[in-house]
């Protein structure tokens, strides 16, 4: 890779940079993010993330920037992530993608196309925005006046239709609802067999092979968009929040709020002061066989300007297949939504649902309203004439 020398003349072209100084520059240029505070710690994250990655050699990455002169007028990362899998397959991806015009664009995804092929991928697809916890994935086509939420894509309405232009496919589309059912009636038919409630963080890592089984058994099916590794950054990503923000109201009884046996034990089983409150977990009551698990992600952007978290991202949604029928997910959402109001959460988003997962569209639409919606593009690739 080229480093950029600052003081050089610029000509209207594109260069590929691995100088974290001139990328962040680029990205405060480019990046459609209001708040000042917001976009700084936003940039710091992905420069954070690009310089892990410049030294590990289990990633390939590059950095391509487009110049009008001095002016920074377009910006992709293509990249082949060893965790990250379409249909089953390694692919390679591109993402953060700004262009002010159609030609920056092509000029922009022809970089990537020629990248991928380098490393021997003749199909690439995007925008996934590393690191996903922040960046999200697809280009947004819908929900464009809704407040930015941690996980979540945003781009400028433009993107999707350069990506049509250039001859991209739309493959996959997400669809991302606010839950507005707090609880749902399914979930008071728990299977007897079958117990919910929290673990610590650090009992969470201490049962991190678990959590990556059963991963490996709900998702055996080819989805098109998976990253391997998602346990992992999930309880990154959770370790976040700082202690402090996990305290109840003196003389706090859970039993005045929500009078379910299984969620009154759950609360009973452990410290909400101490727990994961944005994960709630499902055991076989006999073996503690964890069967069950949903993500929220809290949304970290409202923490890093310095607001209370109200705001969570439902990242991620599992049941063991050989425990589907026994009311766990409904349990789940109940626990999670009533517990996550004893700190101030009241706004929860299911985040990234494929439109072709029939169980999931089944189980969460009938408790929502469609809010936001992302296309995951692609392009075959023949290598380029030179």
Known sequence: MRNLVLEMEFFDDIYEINNLKEIKRSLNALLEVREEQLKRQIINI??????????????????????????TVGFVIAQINPFFQSYGKKCA?????????????????????KFA?????????????????????GAQIKGFNEEL???????????PTFLDKLGYKRDAEYICVYVSEKTWRQGKDLDENVRIGYLSLNEMVARKDEFLNLISSAFDFMLPDHSTNRAKDVINQLAAVPREYYKLSHNFNPRDYYNFPAVVEAWESCDLENVMIWAPLAFDRKTDKLIGVIFCLPDLYQLWT?????????????????YTGKGIFSSLNNLVQTTMGFFGVDYVEGCYIWNKNEKAVQSIFPHSKPIRKHIVFQKRLRAHKK
């Not at 591109?94 to 262009?99: N, Q, T």
């Not at 092929?117 to 994935?137: A, C, T, W």
């Not at 939420?149 to 993107?159: H, K, R």
Request: charged residues 25%; positive net charge; aromatic residues 8%.
């Open 46 to 71: 992905i420069l954070k993330d690009l310089k892990e990655k410049f030294s590990d050699n289990s990633y390939k990455l590059s950095v391509n920037i487009a110049y009008d002169n001095s002016k």
């Open 93 to 113: 991806t591109f993402g953060w993608l700004r262009a002010q015009s159609l030609e920056i664009c092509k000029k922009l995804m022809n970089t990537c196309e």
């Open 117 to 137: 092929i380098e490393n021997g991928f003749r199909k690439i697809r995007g925008p996934i925005n590393s690191p996903k916890g922040l960046g999200g994935i």
């Open 149 to 159: 939420l941690y996980g979540v894509a945003f781009n400028p309405p433009t993107i």
């Open 306 to 322: 310095g607001k209370r978290i109200s705001r969570v991202n439902t990242d991620t949604a599992i049941v063991d297949p050989r």
